[in-house]
Structure formats: structure tokens, C-alpha cells
């Protein structure tokens, strides 16, 4: 797992350095070359992060903070938090040292220590209404401190006089690289897991501090020799990787591949993000105040859009047969979240990337469905929104805001979908079959919405209700467990994304008839249907269809008469008519069963999908639609 993520570092040009860190500043300090104050502006988004001096874990402390990018509120000695004022002092040693190799470090050094420059400063801030908690960089003279050529060589000197800052132990062999090196004592932190349980100062991939790491008497990472420079690397890549990675449930799914794999061909970005190939970019100009933010979300959303692009092209060829010609390219798959400051690898995965191309490809294709209204055909959902439908049914607050309803999703996916989003998530990228939990929880999900679909107060009228765009996620995971059922028994998955006149199954079958019964109501009764056939049998229809059926029958009977009364419905009597005499004999001298299983109520299910987005399809034909 290390070797891996330093051979990305490596393969992909990821800057790392011992005792640096790649970062910028959200706001920069402006400072004349005379040492006045000139002014706070922000540092823009497009600007680029670069190496810069860090102390790891010390800036948690009490005496120390990081050298040259730092919180406002300790640069300006505004921070109400105890012995804030030492690590302002150790920020000022830092920038008067490393005046011997730059001298507008001085000059900023002899800035900040100035009464009338702090209090200008502190003025702006309060002006602006910054924060005091944003990140400031320096900036002398129109140049950027972090970015001077001399940085480098003046920190590698320093740090060795600090004697907190030498994370050195005894030489040994690095388990990344295999060269003698000495061992590093403590790793340094990485930030991004803030959503799935992590530290706001990081958290550690790779610690040790309790006595069952000392019974040999080594202490801390001589118990599993690291070189400083090697684990840079690794967080570096972890850094990468983390800021990138999609949120599924409680953990950040941090993936990667192989150096052959071309990063815009990442084929699980439309896993995670579904096909969005919009050309939709949201301005955030106004909200934002800057037209550099404006400029970065869309560049930001145009690479988005560019790289699902290439990743659908590519799983197109997989599914057309052209296999991607990338000899052993691997993938690799590692859940992370934070507990406790440390990071936590729920799992980790690793395999041929031609064959996750191929299971995700076959994924895209079990999920494929009809639309509602029978044009066209579904796209892949994103899996956090695919999870979101086997949550048990639970109304939903219009007035949240969207954000918090996000969150609010996502910890209750963490909580009710705990194990199982581990098995959808191998499913999707291994080609296995789903938990028949998946069946049940999507079942339960259809039902409750089947029940308050109807009943909705429209102008002293009732109106039904159903929202067919949000169920039909239902309907994808059922087909996607269907088929993989079919799949694991040995047969040719049969169950297709249209209607099957001549599907084998007798619930097929039913689920048809059950939308056609609805479809007869709804056309005779029109705005009076109320509280209709979907709300009152589909629940008790799905599970004990022979109970109900009959009762349908003869409800449909009694609809038909009253279409066939009305001079503008008799061609849609007759076409009712002929579809259930066709399902009526698909299903022959076959006996209904008294109950279905799971696996019996997805066919239901989808048979009733089916034949509704094929009677709507039809409807807007003939309307001209």
C-alpha cells in the first residue's frame, strides 16, 4: 500500500520534500519595500500551491507554527488561544534567519513587529471582515515569500538547529524504497478528511504511540522503518489523492491507478459522479465577489466535464468490444476516514484495470433502464444518490437547505447502509452480485412511495401524485440485482431496460396487468381518482397478487364500461383491452402465486415500470408530443 502510493507520487509528478508541504495562502499580506502596510487582498483560485516549509505535527503544539503561511490571528498577535504569542515569536526567529539567504524576509519580519503595521492590518481585517483563522502568506514588494528561490536551502539548514524538528531515528532499511536511510520518528498529518471524521489539523497515516509498539524497545517508527523523504511522498500522494476523492457514506474513497493509466481516464469517476456532460457552468461571480473564483469554478468544471467525457468513451469501447490496450495496468481502491487524529483504511483493493473497465461497463448496463416516459434511455445515477433510494423512506424537510440535506443523507447512508455500501461499491467495481438487502430495502422504498403517491390537496381538488424520475432509481437497482442474480445462477440475464411482451415470468406478467388496472382508472376517472389503484392494492399486489388481482378485474371491468361510454375514449378502451388479452396469454393456464418472493417482487416490479413507460411512450406519439 505505501509502495504504491509513493510509486503514484513518483509516476505523477506530485511535489514532495521532507519538512515541506505543498499549500497556498487564502489571503496575502501585501507589504512595501520599505516595510509599510499596503494592504490584505485574497490570493485568487487559480493560483498554484508550491513546496513550502512545515513542522508537521509541532504546529499543534504550543511553541511552534509553520514558517511563512499561517493563520492571521498568530501573524498579527490577535489570537486569543494561550501561548499563541510563542509561536508568533518562533515566526519571527524563522523570518529574521532566513533574512541571511532572502532579504525581504527581513524586511517582513521588521513589518510585523511594527505597532502601526499590525494595527493598519488588524483595521483591514475587521474592514473586510475577514476571518482571523485564514491562511496569510507575505507578500514583499509584489513577491511572494513562499515562492523565492532561496526558500529551500535556508530551511533544510534551519530545521537541523531545532532539535524538535530532527525526526530522525536510527539508520535502517526503508520499507518504501529499500535504501538505508534513517528511519523517520513521527509522520507528518494530512488535512481533507474533515467530512468522514477527521482532525481540522490532519490526521496520520502511519503512527505509532502505544507501549505494544515499545516490547522490543523501539520506539515510535523504528518499529516499521520509513525514510522521512519516502513518507513525504506518500502524503503527498495522499494529499492528492484525498482532495479528490468522491464522499460515499462515512469514508472518502480514495482511488488511484498504475502510471499507464492516464488520470483523465478515470472510468470510476462516472461511478461516483454519473454522466453529467451538461454544458451547464454555474457563474459565481456575484455570490462569490471575485471573478477569479468565477474563472476557476468554470476551468474547475470544464476539466470535470472533459474527463467524464474521455471515461465514457472508454467504457463505449469496452462495452463495444475494444478491449483498453494497457498490458498490466492496475487500479487501486482504498476507503479512508479519520478517527482519532489517525487515518482509517476500511479496505484496500487492487486489480487489473482492463477488467474494472469491463465490470464497470457491465455495471453502467445492468443499471440501464426506459425512462418514464419511454423516450431515450436512463443514464448512470452517481452511487450516493443510488444509496439515498435503499434509506428507509423518510419525509423530507423541503425547506433544508441542500448542503445540510446532503450531510444529513450521507451520515444516515454511514448509519443504515454500514457493511452493505462496502458490498454495492465490489459489486460495481468486481462484477458480483448484490445482497438480497439491496432487493428488500428497494422493495420497502417503492412500496411507502407507492402509498403516498395519491392524496395530494390541489386547489380543493385532489390530484395524484408520483414522482416515476425519483422511483426510477428504485427500478435500476432492482434490475442490476435481478440480472446479477440471474448472472450468478448461470443463465443469460433475460431481465432487459424495455418491455418484454414475452417474458417467462408470470410476476413479470402481473406487475403489467397491475399498471395497465391503473392506467384504465386513471383514464376513466380522470381529475377524480384520488386515492387510485397504485395507492390502495400495489403493496398488497406485489406480495399476494392472487388476493388482489381478482378484485382489479373487476374494477378494471367497471372502468372499461365507463370508457366506452365516452365517444372521445372508445380507442383507448379497445387499446387497453388488447394489451391485457396479450398478458393474459402470456401468462396462459400458468396459476398466479399466492405469494411472491423477493426475487418474484422484483419482477413485478419492473414489469410494472415497463408497461408504463411503454403506455406513455405511446401517449406522447400520439399526441405528437
Known amino acids: 500500500m505505501l509502495n504504491e502510493l509513493y510509486r503514484y507520487a513518483v509516476d505523477h509528478g506530485v511535489p514532495y520534500r521532507a519538512g515541506f508541504v505543498a499549500k497556498k495562502p487564502d489571503w496575502y499580506l501585501w507589504i512595501t519595500g520599505d516595510g509599510k502596510f499596503q494592504d490584505i487582498l485574497p490570493a485568487g483560485e487559480n493560483i498554484e500551491e508550491v ?21 492571521a490571528s498568530i501573524l498579527l498577535g490577535i489570537s ?68 523565492r528561490k532561496n526558500v529551500s536551502a535556508w530551511w533544510e539548514e534551519y530545521r537541523k538547529t531545532v532539535p524538535q524538528l530532527k525526526n530522525q531515528g536510527e539508520r535502517s532499511i526503508c520499507l518504501i524504497t529499500g535504501r538505508t536511510a534513517p528511519a523517520m520518528l513521527t509522520a507528518g498529518k494530512v488535512k481533507g478528511l474533515m467530512r468522514v471524521g477527521g482532525h481540522a489539523a490532519g490526521d496520520s497515516f502511519l503512527c505509532f504511540d502505544k507501549d505494544a509498539f515499545q516490547s522490543f524497545g523501539w520506539k515510535q517508527g523504528d518499529n516499521a522503518s520509513v525514510s522521512e523523504e519516502a513518507m513525504a511522498a506518500v502524503n503527498a500522494a495522499l494529499k492528492r489523492l484525498i482532495e479528490k476523492a468522491p464522499i460515499l457514506g462515512g469514508a472518502k474513497i480514495v482511488h488511484w491507478y498504475s502510471g499507464e493509466v492516464p488520470e483523465e481516464e478515470d472510468v470510476l469517476l462516472p461511478v461516483f459522479e454519473g454522466y453529467d456532460l451538461s454544458d451547464a457552468i454555474t457563474d459565481g461571480g456575484e455570490e462569490s465577489g471575485t471573478t477569479a473564483v468565477a474563472d476557476g469554478e468554470r476551468e474547475k468544471r470544464r476539466r470535470e466535464k472533459e474527463a467524464m467525457q474521455k471515461a465514457k468513451a472508454l467504457l463505449d469501447a469496452v462495452r463495444n468490444g475494444e478491449r483498453p490496450e494497457l498490458g498490466g495496468a492496475r487500479y487501486y481502491i482504498m476507503p479512508l476516514s479519520g478517527a482519532g487524529g489517525r487515518m482509517m483504511v476500511r479496505s484496500f483493493e487492487e486489480g487489473s484495470f482492463s477488467e474494472l473497465c469491463h465490470n464497470v461497463a457491465l455495471w453502467f448496463d445492468d443499471m440501464r433502464l426506459a425512462m418514464p416516459n419511454g423516450r431515450g434511455e436512463t443514464g448512470p445515477e452517481k452511487l450516493s444518490v443510488l444509496m439515498t433510494r435503499l434509506l428507509k423512506p423518510k419525509k423530507e424537510d423541503g425547506k433544508e437547505k441542500k448542503g445540510k440535506r446532503w450531510q444529513k443523507e450521507n451520515d444516515r447512508i454511514n448509519t443504515e447502509l454500514c457493511g452493505l455500501d462496502t458490498c454495492i461499491l465490489n459489486a460495481a ?76 415470468g408470470v410476476p413479470y406478467q402481473c406487475g403489467r396487468m397491475m399498471a395497465v388496472y391503473a392506467k384504465i382508472q386513471e383514464t376513466a376517472l380522470e381529475k377524480d381518482v384520488g386515492a387510485g389503484v397504485v395507492e390502495r392494492y400495489y403493496a398488497a399486489a406485489s406480495r399476494t397478487p392472487a388476493l388482489v388481482l381478482g378484485r382489479l378485474s373487476q374494477l378494471g371491468t367497471y372502468h372499461l364500461a365507463k370508457i366506452a361510454g365516452a365517444d372521445d375514449k372508445k380507442g383507448l378502451g379497445i387499446y387497453y383491452k388488447r394489451i391485457l388479452e396479450q398478458i393474459a396469454s402470456a401468462i396462459g393456464e400458468r396459476p398466479v402465486p399466492k405469494m411472491f418472493s423477493v426475487e418474484q417482487q422484483t419482477e413485478f416490479a419492473l414489469g410494472y415500470y415497463h408497461q408504463l413507460s411503454d403506455m406513455y411512450k405511446k401517449e406522447e406519439i400520439k399526441n405528437g408530443d
Open 51 to 71: 513546496l513550502t516549509p512545515d513542522v508537521g505535527s509541532l504546529a499543534n503544539g504550543t511553541e511552534y507554527c509553520n514558517p511563512l503561511i499561517e493563520k
Open 429 to 504: 467495481v468486481n462484477g458480483a452480485p448484490l445482497p438480497d438487502e439491496v432487493a428488500v430495502r428497494a422493495l420497502r422504498w417503492l412500496r411507502s412511495a407507492m402509498l403516498s403517491s395519491g392524496g395530494e390537496e390541489t386547489s380543493g381538488e385532489k390530484t395524484r401524485k408520483t414522482d416515476m424520475k425519483t422511483e426510477t432509481i428504485v427500478y435500476q437497482w432492482l434490475k442490476i440485482w435481478l440480472r446479477r442474480r440471474q448472472r450468478m445462477k448461470g443463465a443469460e440475464p433475460i431481465m432487459g431496460e424495455r418491455i418484454d411482451p414475452n417474458y417467462p
Open 80 to 147: 486569543l488561544k494561550q501561548n499563541a504569542e510563542k509561536k508568533r515569536e518562533f515566526f519571527l526567529r524563522c523570518l529574521e534567519d532566513g533574512s541571511r539567504y532572502e532579504p525581504l524576509f527581513g524586511i517582513a519580519a521588521r513589518a510585523l513587529e511594527n505597532e502601526a503595521f499590525r494595527t493598519a492590518a488588524i483595521r483591514r481585517l475587521e474592514e473586510e471582515k475577514i476571518k482571523r483563522d485564514i491562511f496569510l502568506g507575505l507578500c514583499v514588494d509584489g513577491q511572494a515569500l513562499e515562492k
